[in-house]
């Protein structure tokens, strides 16, 4: 079984629409085998009201579907004969869908559609003629630059931004009322197939592909393929409930089994990155397990089902809310919570600040109680709001640091080193594979000369030259490590 995200190559789909029963008029009878079925008259007209509402709306949806196309580099495959023998990196093309989410240019698409690109252009939809049968045949206007706003790989979501006003926008829709076999529509450029739409249902409102997921997608039997990725799911109002993302397949074409990423967690990164360009991530300061039968009977719980707080840390905001060991929690802002991930993935959809509302099952009593969300102290991004471009740039790294002071050490309390920079933001063309700099990494030195601020770090890297390779001293997680680095 293949788990596919979505690139972009060429072929052909079909779209088939499948007639319940009910549509069709005259019976077929024993003393008339021969005769064909017909559409009477009342059905062929609910038959053509329900037709003619789909092309309005994929017209209408249309309007906010763009393409994307990225440029970058990526090692070169020893398999690919058609690189030179001695090329290290080869240039890569990959393209994908986007959605517009607001009329100034503000647009959401797959952060892998974009990860590691030097140049990101889009196609921009033209405003469909009032000529009949307008829908079938996609225009688009020719690439113009895209800027990356800001992309969170948790999540796989990137915004992006382009110099129109004007746009047609797509709308929210509320993904937490979506419903097995509610009727969704996807709209992309499948294989490069331009303005694509398929029709499908809901599968399931929330699944997890792999345990440690941290989203529950929606799952969908619309068919979706490589050059979905970015392009919305919508409902049948043709709202936003959902952005595809990937599939299952052991063939690597659609076999029905495709991944959205629900519109509301959609909402609350796209929020967060067009505000401060990237995402920080919330807890309350509980530790929380699935109740199980198991736990029920053992625990002597009320019920068998729901999310039982097993520890509540010291002076956090739930101890602070009188949240209690032994609590359940059965919802979050009046969403029913079943398991400990569909909490943690409430938790992470508000920013730290916001206030949410638990309904907690204390014995027989119902209680509601309002918790801060805080910042979780592992999360990258708590760095990013102390740099800005203009003070914090070290262009020779392509990254943001900040010098670590008071207020940076009592965040990073096990530093072995109390002189340095955090690195606070990565360009968005950084190598992350684990053996460059990662967010929260501090350096300490660039070949072996200790450095202690911002302004000591670029005077290091003056002397050298674009493309020469430096040693950086890193910490990362209490760890020391050396860092090789090729200077920008």
């Known amino acids: 079984m293949l788990l596919s995200r979505f690139g972009s190559f060429t072929s052909t789909c079909f779209l088939a ?43 209408r949806v249309r309007q906010a579907v763009v393409q994307v196309f990225s440029i970058g580099y990526a090692p070169v495959d020893d398999s690919d004969d058609n690189t030179s023998g001695d090329a290290i990196v080869s240039k890569q093309h990959s393209s994908g869908s986007g959605i517009i989410l607001s009329s100034d240019g ?25 000529a009949p049968h307008a ?18 790989r948790e999540t796989d979501l990137a915004v992006l931004k382009v110099d129109r006003t004007g746009l047609q926008p797509l709308e929210f829709g509320n993904s937490d009322e979506l419903r097995q076999g509610q009727i969704v ?11 694509s739409v398929t029709m499908g249902i809901v599968s399931s409102t929330s699944r997890q592909i792999r345990p440690d997921d941290t989203t529950a997608y929606i799952q969908t039997d619309a068919p979706i393929n490589p050059g979905n990725s970015g392009g919305p799911l919508v409902d049948d109002a043709g709202r936003l409930v959902g952005v595809n993302t990937l599939m299952l397949s052991q063939s690597g074409g659609s076999e029905g089994i495709g991944f959205a990423i629900p519109s ?17 991530r919330g807890q309350i300061g509980v530790y929380a397990q699935t109740i199980t039968p198991a736990l029920a009977t053992g625990l002597d719980l009320p019920q068998n089902w729901g999310v039982v707080i097993s520890d509540v840390e010291p002076d956090s905001p739930a101890s602070h809310a009188g949240i209690r060991i032994g609590d359940i929690i059965l919802g979050l802002d009046g969403h029913t919570i079943e398991t400990l991930r569909q909490l943690e993935l409430a938790i992470f959809s508000h920013s730290p600040n916001d206030r949410v509302h ?4 204390r014995g027989e009593k119902h209680l509601t109680l309002t918790v801060r969300v805080i910042e979780r102290d592992d999360d990258p991004a708590r760095f990013a709001d102390l740099a800005t471009s203009e003070d914090n740039l070290v262009p020779k790294l392509g990254i943001l640091g900040a010098t670590i002071d008071s207020k ?14 955090v690195v606070a933001a990565l360009s968005p063309d950084s190598d992350a594979d684990g053996t460059s700099l990662q967010t929260g990494d501090v350096i300490h030195s660039v070949n072996t000369n200790l450095i202690a601020s911002i302004a000591e770090l670029n005077d290091r890297l003056k002397s050298f030259n674009s493309g020469d390779s430096v040693v ?6 209490s760890r020391l490590m050396f860092v090789t680095v090729e200077v920008e």
């Open 472 to 477: 950086l001293q890193v910490e990362r997680d």
């Open 358 to 361: 638990a309904q907690i099952l």
């Open 408 to 421: 940076l050490a009592s965040l990073l309390p096990d530093l072995r080193s109390p002189r340095g920079v």
């Open 135 to 152: 829908a079938r045949s996609p225009v688009f206007e020719t690439k113009i630059d895209a800027k990356l706003v800001g992309l969170d």
């Open 17 to 59: 629409l499948c007639l319940p029963a009910a549509l069709i008029g005259g019976q077929e009878t024993s003393s008339t085998p021969s005769r064909p079925a017909i559409l009477a008259p009342s059905n062929a007209a609910s038959l053509h009201e329900f037709s003619s509402s789909l092309e309005t709306l994929a017209g």
């Open 185 to 195: 529509l996807a709209f992309g450029n499948p294989f490069g197939l331009e303005g």
């Open 106 to 130: 503000y647009l959401v698409t797959n952060a892998h559609v974009v990860l590691g690109a030097r140049r990101i252009q889009v196609k921009l939809p033209v405003a469909e003629p009032s």
């Open 264 to 280: 509301n967690l959609v909402q609350a990164i796209y929020t967060q990155i067009r505000k401060s360009g990237h995402v920080h």
